[in-house]
Nanobody
Framework: QVQLVESGGGSVQAGGSLRLSCIVT????????MAWFRQVPGKKREGVAG???????DYLDSVKGRFTISKDNAKNTVLLQMNNLKPEDTGMYLC??????????????????WGQGTQVTVSS
């Protein structure tokens, strides 16, 4: 069983930065994909960034070059550094995990464990 707790959301103006954190507890010594998704009311949940146990990453096209996902294994934490934020980045950001091998996917159908989310609001 894996538990995920997100933090770091907030309100910023366009062009600003935020860093989201996801504390992971449970059987994380096994191979896992970790990912960030965002949910906007009325829209399909979309994958933003994913990372596997070997550090390979995948990103939504619209965030490439602006967002960076990373893992701090010593602190059992997954980070999402978000720079040059845009109003369209607004949403509830959720951390997710699944036991898996190979390059990570950011398709939510694969993920078994989910956090409660942290809200990000970007104003123009």
């Amino acid at each position: 069983q894996v538990q995920l707790v997100e933090s770091g959301g907030g309100s910023v103006q366009a062009g600003g930065s935020l860093r989201l954190s996801c504390i992971v507890t449970g059987n994380t010594h096994l191979n896992y994909w970790m990912a960030w998704f965002r949910q906007v009311p009325g829209k399909k949940r979309e994958g933003v960034a994913g990372v596997d146990s070997d550090g390979r990453t995948d990103y939504l096209d619209s965030v490439k070059g602006r967002f960076t996902i990373s893992k701090d294994n010593a602190k059992n934490t997954v980070l999402l550094q978000m720079n040059n934020l845009k109003p369209e980045d607004t949403g509830m950001y959720l951390c997710a995990a699944v036991r898996a091998n190979g390059p990570p996917s950011i398709d939510d159908k694969w993920y078994d464990y989910w956090g409660q989310g942290t809200q990000v609001t970007v104003s123009s």
